[in-house]
């Protein structure tokens, strides 16, 4: 079992940046991939990015040399810097832990990008 809390979410202009962050309440060392997935109104929740125990990163296309995922196993947390921001980037966050057994999820943190 394992509880995950997102933050950093809020009001942001185009281009600009937010650091999104994922706190468990466990140790996250032995998770096999933890990530970032978003859902915009009226659309399906979809995968932002991963990154495994080992450190491998993936990314969906339009997020690339955007975002970049990343952990810290010594605090527990999972970050998500995301730059150069869109308004199609606009969303609810989830932060997601998977287990190899089974999927946790935040509640979710709103990104919205607008001048």
């Known amino acids: 079992q394992v509880q995950l809390v997102e933050s950093g979410g809020g009001l942001v202009q185009p281009g600009g940046s937010l650091r999104l962050s994922c706190a468990a309440s466990r140790s996250i060392f032995s998770i096999s991939r933890m990530g970032w997935y978003r859902q915009a109104p009226g659309n399906q929740r979809d995968l932002v990015a991963t990154?495994?125990?080992?450190?491998?990163?993936n990314y969906v296309d339009s997020v690339k040399g955007r975002f970049t995922i990343s952990r810290d196993n010594a605090k527990n947390t999972v970050y998500l810097q995301m730059n150069s921001l869109k308004s199609e980037d606009t969303a609810v966050y989830y932060c997601?832990?998977?287990?190899?057994?089974?999927?946790?999820w935040g509640q979710g943190t709103q990104v919205t990008v607008s001048s």
């Open positions: 997601n832990a998977y287990t190899g057994v089974r999927h946790y």
């Open positions: 990154i495994t125990g080992g450190g491998f990163t």
